[in-house]
Structures are given as structure tokens and as C-alpha cells.
């Protein structure tokens, strides 16, 4: 038993040591993508719930591996946090998806989502105000996506650059609303100006009473608070209809449309002009 037991020690080594070379090599291929212009960027349409308008879409950043094809953003963003390497690509993000945005028609915004550690920073002001001037896009027409835990970090900090933000003109969602260390508190430390409730709580709107309850209230509070609320990840025509009973503004998800490349995108606009 002692032997299997060293043997399969020496497994988990084996094992362990792979998967260390691969996270390396990954964040090699890493450093090396943006300057191979192997990044691009999606864009997935928001819908007004009451006209059922295009109001924006939010810009989700895609991966073209040379050997393993497309790697989806949940995989590769936590290694370019911990290397660093999120702040050029986080830069290269914003003016990427201003200078998209610049071709749309006037009330169509972009949504940017931003790390918590873009926001260690204070260099994230000024790279949005360069992305915008660049582009040549109105402030106003630039949503910054921000998660919960920007609210763990040194808070006056994070505060400093939310202000400068606003004061740019630049509107802020906090994004995956309900799943991170939510406090009510930081609602009232900074007015959001959107509130996007996580797919989770809509996934099962139809089948679990408690999130309907959850979606529900965070409608209300959103709206009692002037924050607009977007319901995430809506599939169906079901969980839309229940959406709109319950309040929430604005809906996005594979109903109104998957991620598509920019082209796409300014077709579907065209189309709804033109409709
Ligand atoms: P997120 O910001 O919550 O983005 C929404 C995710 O839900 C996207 O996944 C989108 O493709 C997916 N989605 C949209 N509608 C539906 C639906 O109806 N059903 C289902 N099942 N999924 C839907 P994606 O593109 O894989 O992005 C994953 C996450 O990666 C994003 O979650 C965001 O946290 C992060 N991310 C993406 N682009 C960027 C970026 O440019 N910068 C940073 N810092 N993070 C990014
Ligand atoms: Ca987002
Ligand atoms: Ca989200
Ligand atoms: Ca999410």
C-alpha cells in the first residue's frame, strides 16, 4: 500500500508539472497575442424591455489561438490579472470598442467591461478619456462594466477613479449583480447607473420561485434608486415576458442575439433602421 501510495504521489507530480508548463506556455502565447493582433472583439446587442430597441452592446473580448483555436475570455482574463498583462489589454480593449462605437448611429452605446485590477490604477481615468478623444466618441455613449469586487480594494482609491470616471461624462454598471460579496452599502457609496442582474437569477426565473423573488426586488431597488436594471443572459421568450412583469428595463441575451463580430453588428442596426 506504502509503494501505490508513493507511486501515485509521483503521478500527481507528473500531473502537477504539466499543468504548471501549460499555464507557462499560455501565458507566453500571452504576452506574444496583442502585438500578433490575435484579440478581437464581439459585440452582443442590449434591448430597451418597453420598445424592444437596440440601445447598446456590450464588447466581449475573444481570443484567436494560433494552435488551439478560439479561447474563451473566462480562461485566459484570470492569467492576464495575475501577470499584469490585463492593463494593455484592457487599454487596447476600451479603444477598440470606441473607435467601433464611433460607427454606430448616435444612441447607441458600447459597454466596456473593466478588471478590478485596471482599477488599482489611476492611469484607467486617462486611458478612457485617450480611447474616447481617439475615437472621437461622446463620453456619454461609453458604459464601463465594473464587478463587485472592485469594492474590496482600497476604497478610496476605487471611489477617486469612479468619480473621475463619471466626471468624464462616462456612465458605470455594476455588473453580475448577486453573486460577488454583495453589500448593499456600496449602492449608497456610489450611484451606479445600472445595475445588471447575473444570469443565474435569470436562468431560473421560470422555475424557482426565490429568483423571481430576487429579480423582482433588485428591480425595485434599482428602480426606486434610478438605477436602470438589466436582466442577463435572457434565452426565452418566457423569462422575457416575466422580466418585463417584474420591472427590469433592459434585457441581453441569446433571444435578441449571441455575440457577433463588429460587421455583424452594425448590420443589425441597419436592419432595425431600415424595419
Ligand atoms: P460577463 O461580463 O458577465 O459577460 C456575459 C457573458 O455571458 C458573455 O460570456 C456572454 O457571451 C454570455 N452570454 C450572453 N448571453 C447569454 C445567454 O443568453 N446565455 C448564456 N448561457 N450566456 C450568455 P463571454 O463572452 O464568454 O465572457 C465571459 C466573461 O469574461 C464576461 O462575463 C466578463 O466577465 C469577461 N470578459 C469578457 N470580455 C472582457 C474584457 O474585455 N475585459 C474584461 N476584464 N473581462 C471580459
Ligand atoms: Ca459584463
Ligand atoms: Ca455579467
Ligand atoms: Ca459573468
Avoid at 111 to 138: C, I
Avoid at 199 to 221: C, E, H, N, P, T
Wanted: proline share 4%; glycine share 10%.
Amino acid at each position: 500500500a506504502k509503494a501505490e501510495g508513493r507511486g501515485t504521489w509521483r503521478f500527481f507530480e507528473a500531473e502537477m508539472d504539466a499543468r504548471m508548463q501549460q499555464r507557462r506556455r499560455l501565458e507566453l502565447d500571452l504576452r506574444q497575442a496583442l502585438a500578433a493582433g490575435q484579440f478581437s472583439l464581439h459585440y452582443q446587442p442590449l434591448v430597451e424591455v418597453a420598445s424592444g430597441r437596440i440601445t447598446g452592446f456590450e464588447a466581449l473580448l475573444r481570443w484567436q489561438h494560433p494552435e488551439r483555436g478560439l479561447i474563451p475570455p473566462g480562461e485566459f482574463i484570470p492569467l492576464a490579472e495575475e501577470t499584469g498583462l490585463i492593463l494593455p489589454l484592457g487599454e487596447w480593449v476600451l479603444r477598440e470598442a470606441c473607435r467601433e462605437a464611433a460607427s454606430w448611429p448616435g444612441g447607441v452605446s458600447v459597454a466596456v467591461n473593466v478588471s478590478a485590477v485596471q482599477f488599482g490604477t489611476p492611469r484607467l481615468v486617462d486611458a478612457v478619456a485617450e480611447a474616447l478623444a481617439a475615437a472621437g466618441l461622446p463620453a456619454t455613449r461609453l458604459e464601463i462594466e465594473v464587478t463587485e469586487s472592485i469594492m474590496l480594494q482600497d476604497n478610496i482609491t476605487t471611489m477617486a477613479i469612479l468619480h473621475r470616471l463619471r466626471g468624464l461624462g462616462v456612465r458605470i454598471s455594476m455588473d453580475d449583480f448577486g453573486t460577488g460579496y454583495s453589500s448593499l452599502g456600496y449602492l449608497r457609496s456610489f450611484p451606479f447607473d445600472k445595475i445588471k442582474i447575473d444570469q443565474s437569477f435569470v436562468r431560473d426565473i421560470g422555475k424557482r420561485g426565490d429568483a423571481r423573488a430576487i429579480v423582482r426586488a433588485i428591480s425595485g431597488l434599482g428602480g426606486s434608486l434610478g438605477m436602470r436594471t438589466t436582466a442577463e443572459g435572457v434565452e426565452t421568450r418566457e423569462q422575457f415576458e416575466r422580466l418585463r412583469a417584474d420591472g427590469c428595463t433592459e434585457a441581453q441575451g441569446y433571444l435578441f442575439g449571441r455575440p457577433v463580430p463588429g460587421e455583424a453588428a452594425r448590420e443589425m442596426l441597419r436592419t432595425a433602421a431600415s424595419a
